[in-house]
């Protein structure tokens, strides 16, 4: 079963740095991009950008650029998400997912979502 | 990039038929055939419903149908069932490497 799992919930404080990742099994994670997309409380869908574990390229939407760094550890199927330095808007709920293709946007599968809070 | 705009909120009863609506703009829907649709029951993750405007992935039923006409794409779901009461994002890519979804539309089944 193609599956991705993300780590669990954050509380952080303004200023602080935060990883959050995602781990991907059931298929060869070197060749599928990792999306990751931003919900907001009581908004809806945010795509930040893409990274493809086979060389770390990456891809970040205008408004996510220089905002959050994607990584990824091929030799352990899991890509990341990093803050240096977090907001009280960094508050949402982050899902990645995989793509097949970076110029498509069939999201399949999702992860279940890792709820960041920032607040001091 | 603009968010693609979907009507906030859409109702049928059971066994109905309703159509969700995704207008964009000539830079994205209106340009690419790279426009899906996920269904989206809060507290879990988005599911694919539709990818490339109109193919349905494995396991998604076939009331479930994708057209495109010109910047609107639409999702058609025929016999509604209580299950389908949730909240329905499309997106589209919008070439170099940009995507964007739409606003969201909550369906209500009644």
């Known amino acids: 079963e193609v599956q991705l799992v993300q780590s669990g919930a954050e509380v952080k404080k303004p200023g602080e740095s935060l990883k959050i990742s995602c781990k991907g099994s059931?298929?060869?994670?070197?060749?599928?991009?990792i999306a990751w997309v931003r919900q907001m409380p009581g908004k809806g869908l945010e795509w930040m950008g893409i990274i493809y574990p086979g060389d770390s390229d990456t891809r970040y939407t205008p408004s996510f650029q220089g905002q959050v760094t994607f990584s990824a550890d091929k030799s352990i199927n899991t890509a990341y998400l990093h803050w240096s330095s977090l907001k009280a808007s960094d508050t949402a709920i982050y899902y990645c997912a995989r793509l097949p293709a970076a110029a498509g946007t069939d999201l399949d599968p999702w992860g279940q979502g890792t709820q960041v809070t920032v607040s001091s | 990039q603009s968010a693609l705009t979907q009507p906030r909120s859409v109702s049928g009863s059971p066994g109905q038929s309703v159509t969700l609506s995704c207008t964009g703009t000539?830079?994205?829907?209106?340009?690419?055939?790279?426009v899906s649709w996920y269904r989206h029951h809060p507290g879990k993750a988005p599911k694919l419903m539709i990818y490339d405007v109109s193919q349905r992935p494995s396991g998604v039923p076939d009331r479930f149908s994708g057209s495109k006409s010109a910047n609107t794409a639409s999702l058609t779901i025929s016999g509604l069932q209580a299950e389908d009461e949730a909240d329905y994002y499309c997106c589209s890519y919008a070439g170099s490497y940009s995507w964007v979804f739409g606003g969201g539309t909550t369906l209500t089944v009644l």
């Open positions: 000539g830079s994205d829907v209106g340009s690419y055939n790279h």
């Open positions: 059931g298929y060869t994670f070197t060749r599928f991009w």
